[in-house]
């Protein structure tokens, strides 16, 4: 069974040589950062089925050519991300029927969004692909709004991914409610293909969460989770962290990653009202010491973690969303410290801030895009 979370690149990234002209320290609290936010993120989505989430994309302006485009946490292109996916599955001799879509779809958004006024929302839906292509029941519905910085004129874009069950159909009708357009709506890539832009309408669509109420959820956004859960299984997380640094084995560091997704699972609905409620903070560790649950809760395997993109080789493929691109590498300024060599295909993880020359299983040059 493949593992959505890789412990290994938490372990290698971790200990990779730090350049002599960086901060020592301040290289290893970000690679700790990094890590908690991983791992946080990772449990919220896939074991508590948090509702909502944000980034965010910035503007850039290639100073050369004066190219207009959208970056997240990376200094280039988002949309090389959805680029690149489609190469490596055609190497890697998989199907590309989803990713070609979802990348024209991103590309046509990404202009829309450019050439928008300030308070702009737009709209993509990503609902699941079939069972047989590993994908889970669930999907996510990405909204968000431009804000234009004043003095540069550049755009930023706030995304929220909104994770629901809604079916196929659900999603149709909201969607032709909103575009007021009779769009033939029956499959992942039919969505997929038609980001839409939403005018900003004083009194009526002014934010996402209007969107949203529109779509037909009830409850506003809330990020606020995000802070609570790390209270919840703040020593847990440490306890991991702490095996990151004691360069604990590969068996050890999933065992240790089992038993937070098991005693997530297992006390679910206390730890869910807890993240919606404004209530007293209960640290699992109540249940006993790191070690013990580490012990107990780290014996068996959880149920395997799907969602609207397959589980099964998201990393050597390319094909995640950003949202979890982001949680399953870690990123530096130069983009994700794991990748697959385009040669032989093996997967690679290079050193915070620095490229890599040579592939560590074929040995030959790795060629610099």
């Not at 190497?91 to 829309?112: A, I, Y």
Request: one cysteine or more.
């Amino acid at each position: 069974m493949a593992e959505v979370y890789i412990v290994n690149y938490d372990r290698i990234n971790f200990h990779a040589p730090i350049p002599d002209s960086y901060d020592v320290q301040e290289v290893i609290r970000q690679r700790e950062q990094t890590i908690e936010d991983n791992l946080v993120r990772y449990v919220a989505e896939f074991r508590l089925g948090v509702k909502f989430d944000s980034f965010s994309y910035s503007e850039k302006v290639n100073s050369r050519t004066n190219e207009r485009f959208l970056v997240a946490n990376t200094q280039g292109p988002v949309r090389d991300i959805f680029r690149k996916a489609i190469s490596t599955r055609e190497n890697l001799g998989l199907p590309t029927r989803r990713e070609s879509v979802e990348c024209l779809g991103f590309e046509k958004l990404e202009q829309d969004l450019l050439s928008a006024p300030d308070k702009t929302l737009f709209m993509w839906v990503s609902p699941p692909g079939t069972k047989e292509e590993g994908y889970g029941n669930y999907s996510f519905t990405f909204v968000g709004q431009v804000d234009v910085d004043p003095e540069s004129g550049l755009k930023d874009i706030k995304v929220i991914p909104y994770r629901n069950v809604l079916s196929i159909e659900d999603h149709a009708a909201y969607f032709n409610k909103l575009t007021d357009e009779d769009i033939v709506l029956e499959r992942d890539t039919d969505f997929l293909s038609h980001p839409v832009i939403i005018p900003f309408q004083k009194g009526a669509v002014e934010v996402p969460d209007h969107v949203l109420a529109i779509i037909g959820e009830q409850e506003k956004i809330d990020t606020g989770w995000n802070s609570r859960l790390r209270e919840i299984l703040g020593p847990l997380v440490q306890g991991y962290l702490e095996l990151i640094r004691q360069r604990a084995s590969e068996e050890t560091l999933i065992q240790a990653l089992h038993a937070i997704e098991n005693i997530s699972i297992a006390f679910k609905e206390d730890i869910v009202y807890q993240l919606k409620q404004d209530t007293q903070i209960i640290p699992l560790e109540i249940m006993g010491s790191v070690d013990d649950i580490f012990d107990t809760y780290g014996k068996h395997a959880p149920p395997q973690a799907t969602g609207s993109c397959p589980p099964n080789n998201k990393a050597a493929s390319g094909s995640a969303t950003l949202m979890e691109l982001q949680m399953m590498h870690g990123v530096d300024s130069r983009g994700s410290l794991a990748f697959e060599c385009p040669l032989c295909l093996k997967p690679n993880v290079r050193e915070w801030g620095k490229l890599k020359e040579e592939c560590d299983h074929c040995h030959r040059e790795i060629p610099k895009c």
